[in-house]
């Protein structure tokens, strides 16, 4: 019973993190630099902050966390995070190019592969008294493959709608859709994604032991990584603003109050599946197969939800039964490799 409520929070991280894309198109007279930087100052900033929080036992302070000597950890957890950063600009550039529904699929199923083996490989290389990669046993191994073939199927899908609508039906749904160049962009997006999950492991062991709650132990090193992510955005959102003159979208009263609020929900929505992410592992310590593969279970059902999105905002409309009944397929596929390591 645990591991289905372990599964289920983790979906419901899933299914908002696939929904932070809605709010941001009600965002007005903004450019994706000003709106991007200020939805990632809540998800990456504000609200991972007040994440680690609740991994602080009474008694204990967060600052203690950071003045105990794991100062390797830290900055390798900071390091990864900055790396995700790279990984979270093209994440949003793939939206643009391929919609929410097929830029998401490329690009976090790279990164729910990737970002799986990458955690227990490079931990292992710098701790090998720790044996990490032991936890990437065969079961796990499988549920990346299947994973992959998921993702894969949906990216056919992908290239069977590209090449079936015409240039017009294209931009109607995805105003500057281009396979190729958003193909490129979104692999690049996961390679570097999985990076987040790689600064998860090495900083899995910042917390207060057992004295923290464990559905909240990740949350700490959820923080460093997201606050390495913000740096390489605001860097590069920034020097946006410079660029294309638009240091004026802050100073624009009229849709100051609108824009923050949607960038709020936006940023509250994609923190929550990191959030759920800590939560659900704390009820599948009983299964270190699904613990390994928590992260890679989260992408997939990421994908899973936003193609239903995809569905919705009518990113599909206009391609033939034969692409829709490979997209389900893709779908069914990636549900089953959140099950399937535990039928093993």
């Not at 899995?204 to 955005?233: E, H, Q, S, W, Y």
Request: charged share 10%.
């Amino acid at each position: 019973m645990e591991i289905f409520i372990g599964l289920l929070i983790i979906a419901v991280g899933a299914f908002c993190q696939s929904s932070c894309y809605v709010p941001i198109n009600k965002i007005k007279e903004w450019s994706w630099e000003s709106y991007w930087i200020v939805q990632g100052l809540f998800a990456w900033l504000i609200l991972p902050v007040l994440g680690a929080f609740l991994a602080v036992p009474e008694g204990h302070s967060l600052c203690e966390l950071f003045s105990e000597g794991n100062d390797f950890s830290i900055w390798m957890t900071i390091l990864f995070g900055v790396l995700w950063g790279v990984g979270g600009l093209t994440f949003g550039l793939s939206m643009r190019y391929l919609g929410v529904a097929l830029g998401q699929s490329i690009a976090l199923g790279t990164c729910a592969g990737l970002g799986t083996i990458m955690g227990p490989v490079l931990l292992d290389a710098f701790f090998p008294e720790m044996n990490a990669i032991s936890a990437l046993t065969s079961s796990v191994i499988i549920g990346v493959v299947v994973t992959l073939v998921g993702i894969g199927i949906i990216g056919v899908a992908g290239s069977m709608k590209a090449a079936s609508l015409s240039d017009e039906d294209k931009t109607s749904a995805v105003k500057d859709f281009n396979f190729p160049k958003g193909l490129v962009i979104a692999m690049l997006a996961g390679f570097m994604s999985g990076c987040f999950n790689v600064g998860l492991e090495f900083g899995k062991d910042i917390n207060f032991g057992d004295a923290t709650n464990p559905m909240f132990r990740t949350l700490p090193a959820t923080m460093l990584v997201t606050m390495g992510g913000f740096v390489t955005n605001a860097i590069y959102c920034f020097t946006q603003n410079t660029k294309n003159k638009t240091w004026g979208d802050y100073q624009n009263g009229g849709v100051w109050l609108n824009n923050i609020l949607f960038c709020l929900l936006a940023g509250a929505l994609w923190y929550s599946q990191f959030f759920g992410l800590s939560l659900g592992k704390g009820f599948l310590t009983e299964s270190p197969t699904l613990t390994t593969l928590a992260f890679c279970i989260l992408m997939a059902l990421n994908v899973v939800f936003s193609n239903v999105w995809g569905i919705i905002l009518k990113e599909w409309k206009g391609c033939s039964k034969n692409t829709i009944f490979v997209l389900c397929i893709g779908i069914v596929v990636l549900i089953l490799s959140s099950f399937l390591p535990q039928l093993i």
